[in-house]
């Protein structure tokens, strides 16, 4: 692996971040911490705008996360004449481009919140981009196993570049796609972004916005921004950092249960309704100390100041491993017999979030805010 520079002093480092603007996907986010503060060295932060209400934004601060106040990006009429938008499906998804202001960071991977982590993927920050104006992400799907109607035409199965890589697929394998090579082939998924920061990177995506006239006809808001934006700065990943949960009918053979580091639960998601063939939740038969699993904010700020090694040490004996539940059900999930249903999978998502409930409940009544929004 090619690995890049390290971070110069007080450059802040690195970060995995997401976006949350809403309460309903306050669960969400709950679930993809429990995974990612087991398995990685570091820090979660969660950008927030003011549509996210003051009693969740100080929840999630008890909770130990870095909350980054960003302002709502997105087009508009003026600036688009067939721009909608009331369009609610895009209307927080722009906002995501403000990851790139976050100077303060050396490297961050940007990763939405209907995601949950089997397996360490901090290698990704180790990862060269061959400029510092690159982005790294996996290629898009473009086999629309659910024959949505509004997909483009050209969304078939054998347009999709995700045919072309092969299981085990190796960090560096997927290949950089020529400039002349079709439409589809540069086109990747946002669920996960790595990417060096920069305010001209963020003043060049908000002129893109701005003035772009591809942007009203845009049906994956800042997806397919970034894609257009960075046709020939885009490094492809491999399907198992971002598997979208579709690839395991979509791409039989290519999916491996075992192989996933993390899995992301596009179009429905698993809190909309609890798996009724999920036996009830098993207590665990300890309770840790704090209650709820330690964020890697916690340890932020001695990432830079500690050798490696040091810091290392210091974060394992603070993690806790993924819930046993999780990697039992991950093991017996049934093959995928279904193009349209996905509620195996969606188990392991319960399985993560029962486990955090659990603990929510031996501390007071706040569960019931963040509950509130999954339906059973």
């Given at each position: 692996m090619t690995l890049s520079p390290p971070a110069k002093p007080g450059s802040g480092g690195r970060a995995w971040v997401t976006l949350i603007t809403n309460p309903s996907y306050v669960a969400g986010l709950l679930a993809l911490h429990r995974t990612i503060s087991s398995l990685s060295d570091y820090p979660l932060l969660a950008m927030t705008t003011p549509s996210l209400p003051e009693s969740y934004q100080t929840f999630l601060?008890?909770?130990?996360?870095?909350?980054?106040?960003?302002?709502?990006?997105?087009?508009?009429?003026?600036?688009?004449?067939?721009?909608?938008?009331?369009?609610?499906r895009l209307n927080d998804a722009w906002t995501k481009l403000q990851v790139f202001g976050l100077v303060e960071y050396d490297k961050v991977i940007l990763i939405d919140a209907d995601m949950i982590f089997l397996k360490d993927m901090d290698e990704l920050f180790d990862l060269e981009l061959p400029g510092r104006d690159w982005i790294g992400a996996a290629p898009a799907c473009v086999c629309n196993p659910l024959n949505l109607e509004h997909y483009p035409k050209d969304w078939i199965p054998e347009n999709c570049s995700l045919s072309h890589q092969q299981s085990p697929t190796p960090l560096l394998s997927p290949e950089i796609p020529s400039l002349d090579a079709p439409r589809t082939a540069h086109l990747l998924n946002s669920g996960l972004v790595i990417l060096y920061p920069s305010t001209t990177l963020l003043d060049s995506l908000v002129s893109f916005l701005e003035t772009s006239p591809t942007v009203a006809q845009?049906?994956?808001?800042?997806?397919?921004?970034?894609?257009e934006a960075f046709k020939g700065r885009w490094r492809p990943l491999p399907w198992w950092c971002n598997a979208l949960k579709t690839l395991r009918g979509a791409h039989k053979a290519l999916w491996k249960d075992e192989q996933v580091a993390n899995i992301h639960y596009i179009i429905d998601k698993p809190w909309a309704a609890r798996p009724a063939s999920l036996p009830p939740h098993r207590p665990s038969s300890t309770m840790p100390s704090p209650y709820l699993p330690p964020s890697p904010s916690s340890v932020e700020s001695t990432h830079e100041s500690l050798p490696s090694h040091a810091y290392l040490k210091s974060a394992l004996t603070k993690r806790r491993t993924l819930p046993p539940a999780l990697?039992?059900?991950?093991r017996n999930t049934p093959e995928q017999e279904s193009l349209t249903d996905y509620v195996e999978v969606h188990k392991w998502w319960w399985v993560v979030y029962e486990d955090v409930l659990e603990e929510m409940k031996t501390k007071g009544v706040e569960w019931k805010m963040v509950d509130r929004w999954v339906k059973r």
């Open positions: 601060k008890s909770y130990g996360f870095k909350l980054i106040p960003v302002s709502h990006l997105s087009p508009s009429t003026s600036q688009h004449a067939g721009f909608d938008p009331d369009m609610v845009a049906l994956f808001a800042d997806q397919d921004v970034i894609a990697l039992e059900i991950v």
